[in-house]
């Protein structure tokens, strides 16, 4: 596996400060918000001195009972070709359900989401992945989640679940020591105990991250200091394996230069202090190879059966159930945690209102301190079902047809931009004697 060393994740807001950063071996960058042919010239002034640059996706969902979207991994191998990336990653984890395999409507989460550590999880997972490494044309890494929740009837611990994924398959795999964490917090599980299950020669790199605890709940926001306990998981793991890359997330609230450059050091002091970075070094995330530290290369792995369908029906028909509950306010299933559901649907809808508002920045302009309040209570009844701008134009319609915003011209700034978005070009572009949109102003002008 090729030795990344130091990395950080590459975001716009932070564009300036990671070129100027020291020791940085390379940068990841999230696979749905690059377009191939449209690359940020920080990103290629970043690859002409030689920083790799990995895409990150959020949005496959290979943990989801549908084999994986063929659009979708054609768009994640444009971009791994396109940023000349030595592997991409993706999550395990399901963001969809519903759809033709429980004969419902398809609902979106907007958020990774736990898979079961069942047998026909796991089953649908290897399959999924093998689909997703024949089509991508460098390797496959695959990321552990954090949750809020756990699936009732589990049959595997998670690093027993990683390493038959990882026997199985021979995908690489995206250790989150954050999630890790996330995971001791909310679902008492052993950080140690899962490492110690893991195939340590299959990690690919190595994810370090900042969350907040709020009343027993431990939520992983990317937007907070690294905390000690993580570090010190962080530490654990280097004391097993040589990590080849370990990377810095931080998604929002960015601090000054300065502190993540603090962080960054805090991270090679956690890794030195397992042993995987020479004392004194704070250039690499790795040490010279030894017999002690490099593990022996993995076998081939057997080429896994194909799921059977009726395990991907059982698993689609769970799935949909839960998230419906989430998202839909149908009954929580069986066996689930209903307090623990609420965090995770409330969590969910801020998220929404979040992600809509940074999408279409107009909407909270428009609409002021009533924007989050109107949104909450838009998602509470309706689920998102295609993406982050379809969520942002139906809010703003259902708005309308509700006779909101009152102030009068809040409400006409909002009908234009609704008119604006709401076809395939800008108004400017297309004809507008057309009758389906004249009837829409019609309908929203009452």
């Known amino acids: 596996m090729e030795r990344l060393g130091t990395g950080i994740g590459w975001r716009p807001e932070i564009a300036d400060a990671v070129e100027r950063m020291p020791g940085i071996d390379w940068v990841e960058v999230v696979a749905e918000n690059t377009c191939p042919g449209h690359l940020p010239q920080s990103l290629l002034r970043l690859r002409e001195r030689g920083v790799t640059v990995v895409p990150h996706g959020v949005s496959l969902g290979l943990g989801g009972a549908d084999r994986p979207d063929p659009g979708r991994l054609t768009a994640l191998a444009e971009r791994a070709q396109a940023l000349g990336s030595p592997l991409v990653t993706e999550h395990i984890a399901f963001v969809r359900a519903g759809g033709t395999?429980?004969?419902?409507?398809?609902?979106?989460?907007?958020?990774?989401?736990?898979?079961?550590?069942?047998?026909?999880?796991?089953?649908?997972?290897?399959?999924?992945?093998?689909?997703?490494?024949?089509?991508?044309?460098?390797?496959?890494?695959?990321?552990?989640?954090?949750?809020?929740?756990?699936?009732?009837?589990?049959?595997?611990?998670?690093?027993?679940?990683?390493?038959?994924?990882?026997?199985?398959?021979?995908?690489?795999?995206?250790?989150?020591?954050?999630?890790?964490?996330?995971?001791?917090?909310?679902?008492?599980?052993?950080?140690?105990?899962?490492?110690?299950?893991?195939?340590?020669?299959?990690?690919?790199?190595?994810?370090?991250?900042?969350?907040?605890?709020?009343?027993?709940?431990?939520?992983?926001?990317?937007?907070?200091?690294?905390?000690?306990?993580?570090?010190?998981?962080?530490?654990?793991?280097?004391?097993?394996?040589?990590?080849?890359?370990?990377?810095?997330?931080?998604?929002?609230?960015?601090?000054?230069?300065?502190?993540?450059?603090?962080?960054?050091?805090?991270?090679r002091e956690a890794l030195e202090k397992g042993g995987a970075l020479p004392a004194g070094s704070r250039t690499d995330a790795t040490r010279p190879a030894d017999a002690t530290t490099t593990p022996a290369p993995?076998?081939?792995?057997?080429?896994?059966?194909?799921?059977?369908?009726?395990?991907?029906?059982?698993?689609?028909?769970?799935?949909?159930?839960?998230?419906?509950?989430?998202?839909?306010?149908?009954?929580?299933?069986?066996?689930?945690?209903?307090?623990?559901?609420?965090?995770?649907?409330?969590?969910?809808?801020?998220?929404?209102?979040?992600?809509?508002?940074?999408?279409?920045?107009?909407?909270?302009?428009?609409?002021?301190?009533?924007?989050?309040?109107?949104?909450?209570?838009?998602?509470?009844?309706?689920?998102?079902?295609?993406?982050?701008?379809?969520?942002?134009l139906d809010f703003a319609e259902q708005v309308l047809l509700a006779g909101q915003p009152e102030d009068p011209t809040a409400r006409r700034h909002l009908r234009e931009w609704w008119l604006d978005r709401s076809g395939p070009a800008p108004r400017s572009q297309r004809p507008t004697a057309r009758l389906a949109r004249a009837t829409r102003r019609v309908l929203l002008r009452r």
């Open 101 to 267: 395999l429980t004969a419902s409507p398809g609902l979106e989460a907007g958020h990774l989401l736990p898979v079961p550590r069942t047998r026909d999880a796991l089953d649908v997972l290897c399959e999924n992945v093998r689909i997703a490494q024949d089509a991508l044309p460098v390797p496959l890494a695959v990321e552990n989640i954090a949750a809020l929740i756990s699936w009732p009837g589990e049959e595997l611990t998670e690093g027993q679940f990683l390493y038959e994924l990882a026997d199985r398959t021979g995908v690489r795999l995206l250790i989150d020591v954050a999630n890790l964490h996330t995971n001791h917090v909310n679902r008492g599980e052993d950080p140690a105990e899962a490492l110690a299950d893991l195939p340590l020669e299959a990690i690919a790199y190595v994810h370090v991250a900042g969350g907040f605890e709020r009343d027993g709940v431990w939520h992983d926001s990317h937007a907070h200091p690294v905390p000690r306990p993580v570090l010190d998981i962080l530490t654990d793991l280097a004391s097993r394996v040589r990590p080849p890359g370990v990377l810095l997330e931080r998604d929002e609230n960015f601090p000054e230069p300065a502190e993540l450059e603090g962080e960054l050091e805090a991270i």
């Open 298 to 392: 993995a076998a081939a792995p057997a080429p896994p059966s194909p799921a059977d369908d009726l395990a991907r029906q059982r698993l689609a028909l769970a799935q949909t159930a839960l998230l419906s509950a989430l998202v839909a306010g149908t009954p929580v299933p069986e066996g689930f945690d209903r307090v623990r559901l609420g965090v995770q649907a409330r969590a969910l809808g801020g998220k929404r209102a979040d992600v809509v508002a940074k999408v279409a920045p107009e909407l909270p302009a428009i609409l002021g301190p009533g924007y989050r309040p109107a949104f909450l209570a838009y998602a509470h009844g309706h689920p998102m079902t295609d993406g982050y701008r379809r969520d942002a």
